[in-house]
T-cell receptor
Framework: GAVVSQHPSRVICKSGTSVKIECRSL??????MFWYRQFPKQSLMLMAT?????????EQGVEKDKFLINHASLTLSTLTVTSAHPEDSSFYIC?????????????FGDGTRLSIL | GQNIDQPTEMTATEGAIVQINCTYQ??????LFWYQQHAGEAPTFLSY??LDGLEEKGRFSSFLSRSKGYSYLLLKELQMKDSASYLC??????????WGAGTKLIIKP
C-alpha cells in the first residue's frame, strides 16, 4: 500500500494565528513530498516540493517565509502557515511519492481544511 | 506554455459508459496520470500511462496516444459513487507534474 496521513483535517482559528499541518507516509519512505492548495471548484495548485534533508522548492508567487516547510525525516513533512489571514483559508493537501523514481504516482493525504476568521 | 485541456463537466447515466478526454501540450513527456477526487476530499491515484495504448484496470481503463497528445479515461458500468472530479496530469521533461483543471462527472440514476 501507500498510505499518507495528514493532520489535522480541519482547523478554524483567528487571524494572526500560526497553523501547523503534518503529513506522514505511514507504510513507505518518501524522499519527496508535495504541498498543494486548492480553492473551491479549482484545480490543485502546487505550492512547494519538499525534499528530505534539504530546503523546500517553492513555486513562483508562494511566500516561503509565510509557508514554512520542514521535511525532517523520510516519513514526515510539515507545513506551517505563519500569521494566517482570511485569504489563507483554503484546502491544503500534501502528497508523497513512493520510491525514488519521478514516474511514481503521488499519493495524497486527506487534506486540511483551513478556515481563518 | 504548458497546457492541459479536459471538459469542465460531463453527465452520464448509472450503468452506462463514459469517456473523459484529456489533451496536452507540454515541454516533454514522461507519463500521464489520472486521479479521482470526490468533493471535499483529496485525489486518489487511478492510472499511469507512459506508452501508447490502453491500460485496463477493472471498470476503469486509460488510453494514451503520445503522437496526438491525447488520453482518455473510460469508465464502464457507472455507479453513483463514481460521481467525482477526474484530474488529468502530465509529467513533463523536468519531471514536473502539470495538472488539468479536472472534469466533474455527474452520474444520474
Amino acid at each position: 500500500g501507500a498510505v499518507v496521513s495528514q493532520h489535522p483535517s480541519r482547523v478554524i482559528c483567528k487571524s494572526g494565528t500560526s497553523v501547523k499541518i503534518e503529513c506522514r507516509s505511514l507504510d513507505f519512505q518518501a524522499t519527496t513530498m508535495f504541498w498543494y492548495r486548492q480553492f473551491p471548484k479549482q484545480s490543485l495548485m502546487l505550492m512547494a516540493t519538499s525534499n528530505e534533508g534539504s530546503k523546500a522548492t517553492y513555486e513562483q508567487g508562494v511566500e516561503k517565509d509565510k509557508f514554512l516547510i520542514n521535511h525532517a525525516s523520510l516519513t514526515l513533512s510539515t507545513l506551517t502557515v505563519t500569521s494566517a489571514h482570511p485569504e489563507d483559508s483554503s484546502f491544503y493537501i500534501c502528497s508523497a511519492r513512493k520510491g525514488d523514481g519521478e514516474y511514481q504516482p503521488q499519493h495524497f493525504g486527506d487534506g486540511t481544511r483551513l478556515s481563518i476568521l | 506554455g504548458q497546457n492541459i485541456d479536459q471538459p469542465t463537466e460531463m453527465t452520464a447515466t448509472e450503468g452506462a459508459i463514459v469517456q473523459i478526454n484529456c489533451t496536452y501540450q507540454t515541454s516533454g513527456f514522461n507519463g500521464l496520470f489520472w486521479y479521482q477526487q470526490h468533493a471535499g476530499e483529496a485525489p486518489t491515484f487511478l492510472s499511469y500511462n507512459v506508452l501508447d495504448g490502453l491500460e485496463e484496470k477493472g471498470r476503469f481503463s486509460s488510453f494514451l496516444s503520445r503522437s496526438k497528445g491525447y488520453s482518455y479515461l473510460l469508465l464502464k458500468e457507472l455507479q453513483m459513487k463514481d460521481s467525482a472530479s477526474y484530474l488529468c496530469a502530465v509529467l513533463d521533461s523536468n519531471y514536473q507534474l502539470i495538472w488539468g483543471a479536472g472534469t466533474k462527472l455527474i452520474i444520474k440514476p
